[in-house]
């Protein structure tokens, strides 16, 4: 049994020693863009992104962009968002978050609202290089009359 759990020991040590530190550290940035499908107006939609890791397992993630303008509705977008992310294998993150929206959308040229409310969802990072990174999220934002989901793909460069 002793051997054993030496063997497990030595196993978790050389994975841990072999994932790049960039993965873990705080004080991470990353700036970037995705584009993806917006369920609310059933298009889509373009923003830019900014992390910071605050610590291994936290980061802030405000995010800004428009959905395109589908059936005679587009929308300005905002997010603040938490991101939680955890080491899954080497190079991915998976990340669940939660966080604030604020959305204008725009019904032709004669209307618009404004809606606040809450997102959450999940994310995958997937570190191409120690400074290059693709995003897959999915989230939710609950909001009185224009919740809808957002699924998205992204790239962003990431830096100290």
């Known amino acids: ?22 993965y873990a550290q705080s004080g991470t940035k990353a700036l970037g863009g995705s584009v993806g499908y917006a ?12 992390q910071y890791s605050f610590a291994q397992h936290l980061r802030i993630a405000p995010d800004m962009g428009f959905a395109f303008r589908n059936d005679g509705v587009s929308g300005f977008l905002m997010d603040g968002d938490l991101h939680f992310p955890f080491n899954i294998a080497k190079g991915v993150d998976v990340y669940p978050l939660v966080g604030l929206t604020l959305n204008r959308w725009e019904y032709g040229d004669n209307y618009s609202v404004t809606r606040g409310g809450v997102n959450f969802g999940t994310g995958f990072d997937f570190y191409l290089t120690p400074n290059f990174k693709m995003t897959l999220q999915g989230k939710y934002s609950a909001m009185d009359d224009t919740g809808g989901a957002f699924l998205g793909m992204g790239f962003g460069y990431v830096f100290k």
Request: glycine content about 6%; cysteine-free; hydrophobic content about 55%.
């Open 39 to 50: 369920s609310y107006h059933k298009g889509g939609y373009a923003n830019m992104y900014f």
């Open 1 to 22: 049994m002793r051997k054993i759990f030496k063997m497990a020991f030595a196993a978790v040590a050389m994975i841990s020693l072999s994932v790049p530190s960039i």
